[in-house]
T-cell receptor, first 109, second 116 residues
Framework: GIQVEQSPPDLILQEGANSTLRCNFS?????LQWFHQNPWGQLINLFYIPSGTKQNGRLSATTVATERYSLLYISSSQTTDSGVYFCAASTGANSKLTFGKGITLSVRP | GAVVSQHPSRVICKSGTSVKIECRSLDFQATTMFWYRQFPKQSLMLMATSNEGSKATYEQGVEKDKFLINHASLTLSTLTVTSAHPEDSSFYIC????????????FGQGTRLTVV
């Protein structure tokens, strides 16, 4: 099955800083999503982005499908951005999402 | 976005008993739902794919007799952990897609199961 790798595994930022989170995948994808898992475990949908670029407030994401990677950008980070960010992808007729190991982001005041 | 509701959010049960977790798509129909398990500080691992009106498809290594899945309608899938043991303690999360194999997936709030 598809392999999904995220980097870096941990990231510590000062409030107000910008960051880039990376997701590499091993096969062509028909779905790629970014999630933020809050302290209660809920997965919050950030982006559905199998290709192209999207922006939502301070967050934006880009997927370059031909090169098999996706980037999540966080600008002007806030302490509330802290948590775990997951990338997940699926391929072909298999609709199962495979998750990366996640990136733990800590934003310090 | 679409809403997926999972219940209960937290359950504590005695070893040897069974626990049922419900997953509902509130504003769309889902012919396929997915069940994941997440251990502390780890990623989500797919356990099984729940298919409306047919048997679930289990991932390798997941015991189908222990984790019973029923998808009786287009808006409800249930996961029953049978004869639970402390090692089954985990965070269980369901997911559903509105339509199409590549459609955006939405997740329930998760169920934290503790077996004592």
């Amino acid at each position: 099955g598809i392999q999904v790798e995220q980097s870096p595994p941990d990231l510590i930022l000062q409030e107000g800083a910008n960051s880039t989170l990376r997701c590499n995948f091993s096969d062509s994808v028909n779905n790629l999503q970014w999630f933020h898992q809050n302290p209660w475990g809920q997965l919050i949908n950030l982006f559905y982005i199998p290709s192209g670029t999207k922006q939502n407030g301070r967050l934006s994401a880009t997927t370059v499908a031909t090169e098999r990677y996706s980037l999540l950008y966080i600008s002007s980070s806030q302490t509330t951005d802290s948590g775990v960010y997951f990338c997940a992808a699926s391929t072909g007729a298999n609709s199962k999402l495979t998750f990366g190991k996640g990136i733990t982001l800590s934003v310090r005041p | 976005g679409a809403v997926v509701s999972q219940h209960p959010s937290r359950v504590i049960c005695k070893s040897g008993t069974s626990v049922k977790i419900e997953c509902r798509s509130l504003d769309f129909q889902a012919t396929t739902m997915f069940w994941y398990r997440q251990f502390p500080k780890q990623s989500l691992m797919l356990m099984a794919t729940s298919n409306e009106g047919s048997k679930a498809t289990y991932e390798q290594g997941v015991e189908k007799d222990k984790f019973l899945i029923n998808h009786a309608s287009l808006t409800l899938s249930t996961l029953t952990v049978t004869s639970a043991h402390p090692e089954d303690s985990s965070f269980y999360i369901c997911s559903a897609r509105a339509q199409g194999v590549a459609a955006e997936a939405f997740f329930g709030q998760g169920t934290r199961l503790t077996v004592v």
